[in-house]
């Protein structure tokens, strides 16, 4: 079901009025049932696989809580691992080692071919959000496993954490420590109504407006680079930056908004992140859950800041090529999460130069002109990164740079006005969020902006149901 459909919006209108009339107790089961209802409508089988895999976590999490120091930890990591190779990475492991011995017998056809014959099923589907499911498991693992996780919660309360509708396709990535205290002191406040309302309704205008508007002008550019001249590629990059900051923040807002009106606090995962000064500091305000998650679960235990010089660059390298890994099983990832290593790496070189630098001297605060010069720095480097993110393949992940390096003839792109437009939209997002975000409902939380809301949020729900081709949100197929 997507958000921006009318059967989503009867299914939590209903749920919603439901919810607030059970006690307590029973709105834990009652969402848990919500979510298999969720889950299912775009798969009953693998509602069943993955029912199977958060009740198997469940149950050996019940186990390592007695003794944090069992060999079971490494038995879940395996499971959890496993599942995700499997379904995710298989056939781009088997690509790879193709390509590497150049053999014929290791290639998709192959396995689907030996899938097929042994098992009777054609492919590996890769199930809806498996990465984010898996990450949220593993985290909770890794937690009780270092004594991090004192909450013991029941089976509900588990399968809820993990499978909690609003977050469950695209994140943000949930931590225990947030999620399980809110279910032991459940009510609905005045100003998570308001706010979960705003949240909709921005999510909604960022989406369905903003977002679906964008992606049929700039995804041809990306399918077919060659046609299209230098200009065009410049603005299809930048229109993509614009395009992801809509769709993901878009979808995040949307979950956010939902898990507050069912009374339920989900965290932020972007935070200005166009206003950001530098690429480090762009990585604290973009999918913040996923950054954080990745310090915490693969940079610090590979050593983080406390080895070598040289180490620590090889860790933010390693650490952010498999994040990399993790948005797709893909060879352009790996290059884009490489990428973003090694720019970390360059950076943090140049701030411990700069700090070194500056040590005697007073702190002054960062001109303006320094700091608009930042974030264009920011922006147009992350922009350069844009084609082996959303390039399909690396062959035309290159032509899309060379095309941007050689300013190379072709077709124009086709509304180049709503682009810049949408460009100076998303800049203007960021800069709300930047100066008054946490804000916004200090300032008036009156029945008539309830009202407004509501009445804006319908709206802008009816332009989506005609849309006429509405897109997937970009981060459902990680």
């Not at 230098?230 to 979808?251: N, T, W």
Request: with cysteine.
């Amino acid at each position: 079901m997507k958000f921006t459909s009318l059967l989503f919006f009867i299914f939590f209108l209903v749920l919603y009025l439901i919810h607030w009339r059970l006690k307590e107790k029973v709105r834990t089961p009652f969402l848990v049932l919500a979510s298999f209802i969720f889950y299912g409508a775009w798969s009953v089988p693998f509602l069943i696989h993955f029912w199977a895999i958060v009740t198997i976590n469940h149950i050996l999490n019940q186990f390592l809580l007695k003794n944090q120091k069992s060999k079971i930890f490494y038995l879940i990591l395996g499971i959890n691992l496993t599942n995700l190779f499997f379904f995710k990475y298989l056939y781009f492991f088997i690509k790879t080692l193709g390509s590497i011995f150049i053999s014929s017998d290791l290639s998709k056809l192959s396995i689907d071919q030996f899938f097929q014959s042994s098992f009777g099923f054609e492919e590996i589907v890769l199930p809806l959000a498996i990465s984010f499911y898996t990450f949220q498991m593993i985290a909770y693992t890794v937690d009780i496993y270092r004594q991090e996780a004192p909450e013991n919660p029941t089976y509900s309360e588990y399968i809820l954490f993990i499978m909690f509708f609003p977050q469950l396709v695209a994140g943000p990535i949930v931590r225990h420590g947030e999620f399980f205290s809110q279910l032991k002191n459940w009510n609905a406040k005045d100003n998570q109504i308001d706010s979960g309302i705003y949240f909709i309704l921005m999510g909604l205008i960022k989406k369905v407006i903003l977002s679906d508007s964008l992606s049929p002008l700039i995804d041809p550019v990306f399918h077919n680079p060659s046609e299209y001249n230098g200009a065009a590629v410049a603005l299809c990059l930048f229109g993509f930056m614009a395009r992801i900051f809509f769709d993901f923040s878009g979808y995040t807002d949307l979950a956010r908004g939902f898990g507050k009106l069912l009374g339920i606090e989900l965290p932020e995962n972007f935070n200005a992140p166009y206003f950001s000064r530098s690429i480090s500091e762009l990585w604290t305000r973009w999918h913040i859950t996923l950054s954080t998650w990745i310090k915490d679960y693969i940079y610090i235990p590979l050593g983080g800041s406390r080895v070598s010089e040289i180490r620590q660059y090889l860790n933010l390298i390693i650490t952010f090529s498999l994040a990399g890994l993790w948005h797709g099983a893909n060879l352009t990832f790996l290059v884009w999460g490489f990428i973003h290593g090694i720019i970390l790496s360059l950076e943090r070189n140049y701030f411990a130069f700069q700090k070194k630098r500056d040590q005697n001297q007073p702190p002054k605060k960062p001109s303006l002109v320094r700091h608009i010069f930042g974030i264009a720095y920011c922006f147009c480097l992350f922009t350069i990164t844009i084609p082996f993110f959303n390039g399909p393949d690396i062959d035309r992940s290159f032509i899309l740079l060379q095309k941007l390096g050689t300013w190379a003839g072709g077709n124009s792109i086709k509304n180049p006005d709503f682009i810049v437009s949408s460009i100076a939209i998303c800049f203007a997002l960021n800069g709300v969020q930047y100066y008054s975000y946490n804000r916004v409902w200090e300032i008036n939380q009156t029945k008539t902006r309830f009202l407004l809301f509501a009445f804006a949020m319908l709206t802008v729900w009816l332009l989506g149901l005609f849309t006429p081709e509405g897109t997937e949100f970009i981060y459902f197929q990680f």
